[in-house]
């Protein structure tokens, strides 16, 4: 990852991979982590937008606690820690109906229905590790035969 600002790289790489695990902490500080659709990624300012049920865990631990989202894909992966928010704006949530989120939800569920909320998650930081197929055996070869340490890919911690 580079020339783009890192942080730019990193969220366009998170929103390519759709599906993400979802971490959040219970009231007694129990980490509970569920598969979540990742709705948007704004990059600026590092917000990350999930659609859930209101009743729901993912809902009721993000409220205003610390979570983290984590990405894995194909020598890439990430965990971005930020804190939770509940959202409710019918509009945005038009936006980010589908098919597949009318079948999550149950036939004959609506964008307007207010038991659906969204998670909004503003990104604090990010650490990230990419690497490449070949490159990563090469990387491991060489550190076999030179006796260092092998570094199979980037690996980096972002801001927000």
Known sequence: MAEKDPRTELLEKVEEVGVVMLTTAEQDGTLASRPMALQEVEAEPGVLWFITRAAGDAAQDAEGRPVNV???????????????????????????????????FGEGAQPDDPEIVLVRVQAESAEYWASGGASTVVEIIRAKVTGDQARPGDHDTVEF
């Not at 992966?77 to 939770?84: D, L, Q």
Request: hydrophobic share 35%; proline share 0%; net charge neutral.
């Open 70 to 104: 984590a990405v894995q894909d194909k020598g890439f992966w990430a965990s971005v820690a930020g804190h939770g928010t509940i959202v409710r704006d019918d509009e945005r949530k038009k936006q980010y109906w589908n098919s597949a989120t009318e079948a999550f």
